[in-house]
């Protein structure tokens, strides 16, 4: 899923997909870079947490 912040200009998004037991991140403007894979309740907490504003933004 590509953020729909996303502009045809790449921007600063992630692209994100899941599988059944995973989620992976990359950099949209670094398609063939290497990209981050959390477990399902790692992916849960970090989503919690920034609903939750853990993280200062």
Not at 24 to 50: C, M, Y
Request: charged fraction near 25%; glycine fraction near 8%; hydrophobic fraction near 35%.
């Amino acid at each position: 899923m590509k953020s729909s912040y996303s502009d045809n200009e790449g921007g600063m998004c992630v692209e994100v997909a899941a599988t059944a037991d995973t989620v992976h991140v990359r950099d949209s403007n670094s398609r063939h870079g290497s990209q981050l894979a959390f477990s399902i309740p790692q992916w849960d907490a970090f989503i919690s947490d920034l609903r939750a504003e853990e993280f200062g933004a």
